[in-house]
């Protein structure tokens, strides 16, 4: 399959998942995670929106093949991975079913480290 392609389908899911983060502004079960934090409402209104803009800077960065792509990316990655592995033990997956957040898992960091991966590989490309 053509990189390009890929690199375009999966930035694409990393921009639907930027979108959400603007809606997290609610607290409870919908506030935006920090470290493995829930954060409440007003901190929710500040993080969200705040990341979500970086997430759509990285993915502009990648869809136009801009080399700063590549350090946005690992920061995303390490940030996603840290999110999604202190998630359990900080605040607890609650009502959520273990293999459903395995699966969540899988796909969160596979996409955030694929995407690096990806973009490593075609370095001499960008920007």
């Given at each position: 399959m053509n990189p390009t392609l890929v690199l375009r389908i999966l930035a694409a899911l990393v921009a639907i998942r930027a979108v959400t983060?603007?809606?997290?502004?609610?607290?409870g079960n919908l506030g935006f995670v920090l470290f493995g934090w829930r954060l409440g409402p007003t901190a929710s209104m500040i993080f969200g929106p705040a990341f979500a803009i970086f997430m759509l800077v990285y993915v502009w960065a990648a869809w136009t093949k801009r080399s700063v792509a590549l350090p946005l990316g690992i920061v995303y990655a390490v940030f996603a991975t840290l999110n999604i592995v202190l998630f359990p033990f900080v605040t607890g997956i609650?009502?959520?079913?273990?293999?459903?957040?395995?699966?969540?898992?899988?796909?969160g960091i596979g996409v955030s480290w694929?995407?690096?991966l990806?973009?490593?590989?075609?370095?001499r490309e960008l920007q």
């Open positions: 983060n603007f809606f997290k502004a609610g607290g609650g009502e959520i079913s273990p293999l459903a957040y395995l699966g969540f898992s899988i796909v694929g995407m690096v990806l973009l490593r590989s075609m370095y």
